[in-house]
């Protein structure tokens, strides 16, 4: 796998895109422009690798558009050393950006082959994460508590598993709604019984299936 100078030249371009979008966080812009989003779609060009746009993996699922990676990411305000719950690993691209801003990832997946593939992969890649396979709708129990929570597919509605799983001061985003549109939503739990939601933008993502999902 080869990272030439002009993938990094496209890594240029999709950050400057990212940053007129509204992105801001410059750890998070640093982590897009360093990590090689090419190597996790290796079917794909260059070219439409740095597009700013989700692409199909394997399992039917999708590598999440740059700009939802980003905003997510930023909404999570990832501090080193924290411990981070991500459902959904799919490609295993946010995984590395979660480990890039020094969280300890737990990363959860319900379909094999992607699991298989980003267990090999990532390592090999210098990402050391903590890879689980099965329904993150349940989230990790026997990790629990997390500083922050990561869904990456689209939640019908707030699985109270995950709510009991957030520690206290710690925060959770996932997006909710139906199977056409969701709302990019923040859960922060403020005591053992109290949370605090707030919404944002409007984004589209693959369902989020399970027990306490579709
Ligand atoms: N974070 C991924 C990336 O960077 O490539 C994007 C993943 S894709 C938008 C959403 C992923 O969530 C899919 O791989 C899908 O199989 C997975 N998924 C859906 N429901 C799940 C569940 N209950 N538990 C774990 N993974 C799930």
């Known amino acids: 796998m080869l990272d030439s100078y002009k993938h990094k030249g496209l890594r240029k371009v999709l950050v400057k895109q990212l940053k007129e979008k509204g992105i801001k966080d410059e750890r998070v812009l640093k982590a897009i422009e360093k990590i090689p989003r090419h190597f996790f779609i290796e079917k794909y060009s260059a070219e439409v690798a740095y597009e700013d746009k989700a692409l199909k993996i394997d399992a039917g699922q999708t590598i999440s558009q740059p700009y939802t990676v980003a905003y997510q990411t930023e909404l999570l305000h990832i501090q080193s050393g924290e ?13 590395s950006i979660l480990v890039e801003l020094g969280a300890n990832v737990y990363t959860i997946e319900r379909q094999k082959d992607l699991f298989n593939k980003t267990t090999v ?3 090999k890649l210098g990402y050391k994460a903590n890879f689980y396979l099965g329904d993150g709708s349940m989230g990790i129990p026997e ?30 985003v996932i997006p909710v709604g139906d199977e056409n549109v969701q709302t990019m939503t923040t859960v922060i739990r403020v005591s053992e019984t109290e949370f605090e939601k707030v919404e944002f933008a409007q ?11 579709w």
Request: charged letters at 15%.
């Open 203 to 213: 984004f589209r993502f693959v369902p989020l299936i399970g027990d306490k999902a």
């Open 143 to 172: 990790q629990a508590p997390f500083n922050k929570i990561l869904v990456t597919a689209g939640a019908p509605n707030i699985p109270d598993t995950l709510l009991k799983q957030l520690a206290i001061g710690g925060v959770m």
């Open 83 to 95: 411990k981070v719950l991500e459902i959904g690993t799919g490609s295993g691209y946010q995984t």
């Open 121 to 123: 992969f990532l390592p």
